[in-house]
């Protein structure tokens, strides 16, 4: 494909996901159709289409308009590219900019400038104070991608040494003992044999060192309660020698979990909701409750302009429902870990406050926040314990 044949499939994407579709399921309809485009066209338009997501009213202000050649157009005008040799008209490229569109558009000032919606900017206020705008600016860039190295398999300079061995640059990152960061090979990552040995897994700094943060003694009974794919899980099990256990209200989230723990070299079982109280009690059951995604923003930006405060609310009472459901099967003298990866005090401070005033034989042992940074998404863990 070229240059410019990119920019109409990412025009073509983008507007499918303004009728209402999810940006990966906008792009993989749009792959299966593009049986011509090869793995580079498709990160290209992949590319294309994330950085538009990330600074949606920012780019719509640059191009004039909200459909995806006009957000394509502002996109292109933020990073200096010459629009006439891409929309020329051409083979598959979109065709020639009008008078109208080349005289559209302005500079985004205010919340189109920091890509944020209008009625979620008081949220980030209330949560971060001075550090609001620097995190709405943050989440406007690509995420870093961040590797956890797997303790069972090697150490640290190990996975270096491998991944370099296939093309896969790295630097260590002070946000986990564990982590590491790609310089370059990204996209290597998956068809490795550092991955498929289970060597390294790929997950973010925060969510590592939030694993680091929660005390897993020898011989312990650990729940991951909301499992979902199991990552958080097999961090923990990376460190200690307990018995694993994950559930998850959709069980079929975690399809992928037996072949991902047969990778990282443990035993993870499976509980149905029905033989969760049959299993307890557990030392430690943590909680990485469904939340607004607002600290990963930069890795699913769709989720931020499709986020509403009825949502929103109706998020913070699932997350007091899990919590409360997950207190009993704590044993004596265990931990309730409750984690989600949002910036969002409502989220976090306030549904812990809630369980708290609501729960008096419980209390907070340590709370902590990891804020949106070069090696970590905003995350939140809070550790509970019977008072």
Same mark, same amino acid.
């Given at each position: 494909?070229?240059?410019?044949?990119?920019?109409?499939?990412?025009?073509?994407?983008?507007?499918?996901?303004?009728?209402?579709?999810?940006?990966?399921?906008?792009?993989?309809?749009?792959?299966?159709?593009?049986?011509?485009?090869?793995?580079?066209?498709?990160?290209?338009?992949?590319?294309?289409?994330?950085?538009?997501?990330?600074?949606?009213?920012?780019?719509?202000?640059?191009?004039?308009?909200?459909?995806?050649?006009?957000?394509?157009?502002?996109?292109?005008?933020?990073?200096?590219?010459?629009?006439?040799?891409?929309?020329?008209?051409?083979?598959?490229?979109?065709?020639?900019?009008?008078?109208?569109?080349?005289?559209?558009?302005?500079?985004?000032?205010?919340?189109?400038?920091?890509?944020?919606?209008?009625?979620?900017?008081?949220?980030?206020?209330?949560?971060?104070?001075?550090?609001?705008?620097?995190?709405?600016?943050? =989440?406007?860039? $690509? /995420?870093?991608?961040?590797?956890?190295?797997?303790? *069972?398999?090697? !150490?640290? &300079?190990? %996975?270096?040494?491998?991944?370099?061995?296939?093309?896969?640059?790295?630097?260590?990152?002070?946000?986990?003992?564990?982590?590491?960061?790609?310089?370059?090979?990204?996209?290597?990552?998956?068809?490795?044999?550092?991955?498929?040995?289970?060597?390294?897994?790929?997950?973010?700094?925060?969510?590592?060192?939030?694993?680091?943060?929660?005390?897993?003694?020898?011989?312990?009974?650990?729940?991951?309660?909301?499992?979902?794919?199991?990552?958080?899980?097999?961090?923990?099990?990376?460190?200690?020698?307990?018995?694993?256990?994950?559930?998850?209200?959709?069980?079929?989230?975690?399809?992928? =979990?037996?072949? $991902? /723990?047969?990778?990282?070299?443990?035993?993870?079982? *499976?509980?149905? !909701?029905? &033989?969760? %109280?049959?299993?307890?009690?557990?030392?430690?059951?943590?909680?990485?409750?469904?939340?607004?995604?607002?600290?990963?923003?930069?890795?699913?930006?769709?989720?931020?302009?499709?986020?509403?405060?009825?949502?929103?609310?109706?998020?913070?009472?699932?997350?007091?429902?899990?919590?409360?459901?997950?207190?009993?099967?704590?044993?004596?003298?265990?931990?309730?870990?409750?984690?989600?990866?949002?910036?969002?005090?409502?989220?976090?401070?306030?549904?812990?406050?809630?369980?708290?005033?609501?729960?008096?034989?419980?209390?907070?042992?340590?709370?902590?926040?990891?804020?949106?940074?070069?090696?970590?998404?905003?995350?939140?863990?809070?550790?509970?314990?019977?008072?």
């Amino acid at each position: 494909m070229t240059p410019g044949a990119r920019v109409a499939a990412a025009i073509y994407v983008l507007d499918a996901v303004r009728a209402g579709e999810a940006a990966e399921k906008a792009l993989t309809g749009w792959a299966r159709g593009a049986r011509y485009a090869g793995s580079k066209d498709r990160g290209a338009v992949r590319d294309h289409v994330f950085n538009v997501l990330r600074r949606w009213r920012s780019c719509a202000a640059l191009g004039g308009g909200q459909d995806g050649r006009r957000l394509m157009i502002g996109a292109l005008r933020h990073e200096g590219v010459d629009l006439e040799t891409l929309f020329s008209g051409e083979g598959h490229a979109p065709s020639i900019l009008t008078e109208v569109e080349l005289s559209a558009g302005e500079v985004p000032s205010g919340l189109d400038a920091l890509d944020v919606p209008d009625w979620l900017w008081p949220h980030f206020e209330t949560s971060l104070g001075a550090s609001a705008e620097g995190a709405a600016e943050v =989440l406007r860039h $690509r /995420a870093p991608v961040m590797l956890r190295v797997n303790s *069972r398999r090697g !150490t640290v &300079a190990d %996975a270096q040494a491998q991944l370099a061995s296939e093309g896969i640059d790295t630097t260590t990152a002070d946000i986990a003992k564990t982590a590491l960061q790609v310089i370059s090979g990204e996209r290597k990552i998956a068809g490795s044999v550092a991955y498929a040995d289970g060597l390294v897994e790929l997950q973010d700094g925060s969510s590592q060192a939030a694993m680091e943060a929660l005390e897993v003694t020898k011989g312990a009974r650990v729940l991951d309660y909301c499992a979902g794919g199991g990552g958080k899980v097999l961090a923990l099990a990376a460190r200690a020698e307990a018995t694993w256990y994950a559930h998850d209200i959709a069980p079929q989230r975690m399809n992928d =979990l037996p072949a $991902r /723990a047969k990778r990282a070299g443990v035993d993870v079982t *499976r509980l149905e !909701t029905g &033989a969760i %109280a049959r299993t307890a009690p557990f030392d430690l059951v943590l909680c990485d409750a469904p939340c607004s995604g607002s600290g990963t923003w930069r890795r699913s930006p769709d989720a931020k302009w499709r986020l509403t405060q009825e949502r929103l609310d109706a998020l913070t009472e699932t997350q007091y429902g899990i919590l409360a459901e997950a207190a009993p099967l704590v044993a004596s003298g265990g931990c309730l870990a409750y984690a989600t990866c949002s910036v969002f005090k409502v989220e976090n401070e306030a549904v812990v406050a809630r369980f708290l005033q609501e729960h008096p034989s419980w209390r907070l042992a340590q709370q902590r926040t990891w804020p949106i940074s070069e090696a970590g998404d905003g995350f939140c863990l809070a550790q509970l314990v019977h008072g």
